[in-house]
């Protein structure tokens, strides 16, 4: 009896601080980054591309490839191959690479921690959720449906959906526009510092989770409410870091 009375206080404590943090942001949707966000899978990825580039016979070094791999699958693949000008080959190269990835992430897939929390508490108050990440829907397939988590989410937009990846805000404001708030009205969680500066040119306010790279790395964050390391981080007193 304890026990259970002990667990109904923590969680109606979890419960008031959300309240409380939500209420602080002036938000009313959220939007999530996918990679790194809500799973801890860049350094998968990394190792990917490392692999990837070797069995496609790139002569690049490893920091040459890493240096290059942020926006969509496409818009990597390009900046790598730049002699490549036929689309299906682009497309093949980068499905090859994330099959890759699948392959070897699929066993350690898992949400971040306090993900899981922070979903339930949001779909509670019926505040509408998207995820806007450049992965390929067969990626956010693979992930959202790994997790169980797709049906959270009423927007999912992808790097197949867009023109121009991250630090380009075109995959926050569709985002957006399909849950039909304003961009100003979204939070973005995101992990990168292409992916923060695309929340900033979106004018969306943002916090950083799971970090991806050094603080001085994101440049202006004006916007950003908080870094933390994971979602159980939250709720944080607004325009404060995490430790």
Request: proline share 5%.
């Amino acid at each position: 009896m304890l026990l259970i009375l002990s667990e109904m206080n923590a969680s109606s404590l979890l419960t008031d601080k959300f309240e409380a943090f939500w209420q602080s942001t002036g938000c009313t949707a959220v939007i999530f980054d996918m990679d790194g966000t809500l799973v801890d899978n860049m350094d998968f990825h990394r190792r990917t591309w490392l692999e990837w580039a070797k069995r496609e016979g790139l002569q690049k070094s490893e920091d040459e490839i890493l240096q290059n791999v942020n926006g969509t699958i496409g818009e990597i693949v390009q900046r790598l191959f730049p002699r490549i000008e036929d689309h299906d080959e682009i497309f093949a190269l980068g499905e090859r690479k994330e099959a890759l990835y699948r392959e070897l992430y699929r066993p350690h897939l898992q949400m971040l921690p306090g993900l899981i929390a922070w979903l339930d508490w949001l779909k509670e108050q019926e505040i509408t959720l998207a995820v806007a990440t450049a992965g390929d829907r067969k990626n956010l397939a693979f992930t959202l449906d790994g997790l169980g988590i797709r049906d959270y989410f009423r927007v999912m937009v992808t790097g197949e959906d867009t023109r121009q990846g991250k630090p380009h805000p075109e995959v926050f404001l569709r985002a957006a526009e399909g849950l039909n708030i304003a961009p100003k009205s979204c939070l973005v969680f995101e992990d990168s510092p292409a992916g923060t500066e695309a929340a900033r040119r979106a004018e969306m306010p943002c916090v950083v989770v799971n970090a991806d790279a050094p603080r001085e790395k994101f440049g202006d964050t004006g916007h950003v409410l908080g870094f933390i390391e994971d979602f159980t981080a939250i709720p944080f007193a607004s325009h404060e870091s995490a430790p």
